[in-house]
């Protein structure tokens, strides 16, 4: 049985991409059962010609909080997360946490990502909120609180931090992951942070933190520590596998090696690199490892990861070529998933799970244009056109939960 769809079918391949101008899938308990060429004398239950099927996209970097304060007042970081982001996120608790959550992942669903790596405000019921609204809709995340024990916006201690964060560690299951959250090396003591590192070897959770995002930051960094960025996080025991290091813009090549050897990856930010000034990231070296996209919201405007995507395309044609848009593609799906630790996620192949967006066909290829292209002419339409109109439905395993 399961259910059988007939569309245009994109999707990332072991090396490069798979396209059937005419496809048949096919989705039994939420997983992928048959892709491949429509098949003659075949039957559909949901004939979605001339749209196309793509795989949901991947966030692998955001603030649930903060989305209230997308585009307004770009400062650099520190005046920033002072003036506007902290006090948001203070506010980010009981209902109106559950409220803001909601919205929140209407709000990603809508612009075609189905899956994500969170933060959530520092008050533990905010963490329990996302978590239930994620459960609610079957999504695959990583939720975590930002943990800080240096200029909290509220009352505590290290100890408490890492009590709660234990405490918290009982919402992990194998889709949405309870993810270990020291917020930055600027907002942690050395004890918090090799707390969070030894808190995650003990439960085996994943990590995630800032990295290297301006100048005075790293600056600052070295004043309070008398480290580099990274030696901070590596003396604390936070590079491992499981780890997503946001932005990583201000390292040295040696920082990079170093960050490869020990597999870590990291969440390539443009559109609020930009936005924040922030710099660019050295695009070759972070492509060399394990690299995804983060829409970084409230830094960044929207949680478009087109439009996330895009910005990479610019800033790095701009700074030594044009990438390849079936990499960015790429990086805002499969290896999304990838780095959230979830290898049957991010393509629309046997046995992973059905989380896929219908684009609408006219919004991606312009009137007028050749009835057959390459799938290279595809993929480059899609980055530089797709964006939320263009998102007519989203699958979350195989059940519908989002139309245009
Ligand atoms: N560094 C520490 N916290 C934050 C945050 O909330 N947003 C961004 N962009 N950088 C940070
Ligand atoms: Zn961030």
Known sequence: MGTTYRARLLSPAEEGWTHWPD?????????????????????????????FVFPGLVDVHAHVPQLPVCGVHPENLLEWLRRWTFPLERRFRGERARELSRRYFREMLAQGTTAAALYTSAWPDSVEACFEEAAALGLHAWIGPPLMDVDPYRPVTTRRVLDEARALARLDSPER??????????????ELLAGCAALARERDLPIQ??????????????ARFGRDY???????GLLTPRTIFAHAIWLSASDWRRLARARCAVAHCPTSNVFLGSGVMDWKRARAGRMALGSDVGAGPDLSLFRVARMAWTLHSLNGGPPDAGDLLRAATVDGASALGFDDLGALRPGFVADFIVLDAAQVVPPGAPKAESTADLLSRILHRAGRSAVCQVYIAGVLRHER
């Open 209 to 222: 933190t800032h990295l290297a995002e301006q100048q005075p930051e790293c600056e600052e960094v070295r």
């Open 23 to 51: 496809a048949r899938l096919v989705v039994r308990d939420g997983r992928v059962a048959e892709a491949g060429p429509w098949r003659r004398g075949g039957r559909a239950d949901v004939d979605l010609r001339p749209h």
């Open 177 to 190: 992951r309870f993810v270990v959250t020291p917020r930055f090396a600027l907002s942690a003591t050395r």
């Open 230 to 236: 990274l030696d901070v996080y590596d003396e604390a």
